[in-house]
């Protein structure tokens, strides 16, 4: 009882730190968070891009040491989803600055057991109710399709205390590197937080103009045909507002769980519907 009472200033601080931008007036976007999420993503793709073309390797796990590519490799095979936190630097190799928000960078990896790449990928661009059916997905629809892009509106739900919906949109776009490799990225070109949400009073707010716990979202995933099935890798960058400086000690580790929570249970969600996934006969 004592260690449970101790813990407990902690916990009413963290739990503050959740619900101050409840009580407060709309975090509005500013010009300055958006050019940093901009530089941002700039440095990431430009990376990513790189390791797209090169002959080292493919998947983003590839690119790091040896020996904890070669473990992560195969705790993936093994069946794991490992998941990890990143961060992309400036060419000197100093943290990007996000005045007013904070991005948040995590990728992760998951195998596929029994699947083919091409079924697979024709999944993706032209995704059945069962592929966009995930906890944090309550609708969703295609808007639009082209040869290797789609463009899909979902209607997406965050909880963790607090519970938050938005309707989205996201353009995707598939490139093939040979018969065992590919990737898609998916970009949120719009994201509008709801007012009583699920209800006859439901109405958008303004984006960028809410509470500020999703502003942007980006996806980049690599897809890589091996022995048994494919591997499927996500990296996952977003945007939110930030909190306060002298709670983000106490409320980082909550986001940073819930992010990672998050991650795996999309991979481990795509496992299940996608395994076995074969050539039409």
Same mark, same amino acid.
């Given at each position: ?82 998941? *990890? *936190? ?34 697979l ?6 995704? *059945? ?9 309550l ?33 995707v ?5 040979? *018969? ?10 719009r ?29 980049y ?42 991650m ?18």
């Amino acid at each position: 009882m004592n260690g449970r009472l101790h813990r407990m200033p902690a916990r009413i601080c963290l739990l503050a730190a959740l619900f101050v931008p409840l009580g407060s007036p709309a975090a509005e976007l500013q010009t300055a968070t958006l050019k940093a999420w901009d530089l941002y993503v700039a440095a990431a793709e430009l990376r990513i891009a790189s390791e797209l073309k090169s002959a080292k390797g493919f998947l983003a796990l590839d690119f790091q040491d040896a020996a904890e590519a070669a473990r992560e490799r195969h705790a993936v095979i093994a069946g794991e989803i490992p998941v *990890k *936190k990143m961060e992309t630097l400036t060419p000197a190799g100093e943290s990007i600055q996000v005045p007013g928000g904070m991005i948040h960078h995590w990728r992760g990896s998951v195998f596929i057991p029994g699947a083919d790449l091409d079924p697979l990928l024709a999944r993706v661009l032209n995704p *059945k109710t069962d592929d966009t059916r995930q906890e944090d997905v309550l609708q969703s629809r295609v808007l639009e399709r082209g040869l290797d892009s789609l463009r899909i509106y979902l209607k997406l739900q965050r909880s963790k205390f607090v519970t938050v919906v938005y309707n989205t949109e996201h353009h995707v776009q598939v490139r093939r590197y040979g *018969k065992t490799r590919a990737s898609s990225t998916s970009v949120a070109t719009r994201i509008a937080e709801l007012d009583m949400p699920n209800s006859g009073q439901e109405r958008e707010k303004p984006p960028g103009q809410d509470r500020g716990f999703l502003w942007r979202l980006n996806s980049y995933w690599r897809y890589e045909q091996v022995n048994g099935g494919v591997i499927v890798e996500c990296e996952s960058v977003s945007l939110s507002r930030t909190v306060p400086a002298w709670l983000e000690v106490l409320a980082r580790p909550l986001i940073d769980n819930t992010a990672r929570e998050s991650m795996q249970r999309t991979l481990g969600s795509m496992r299940g519907r996608m395994a076995h996934s074969r050539p039409e006969p």
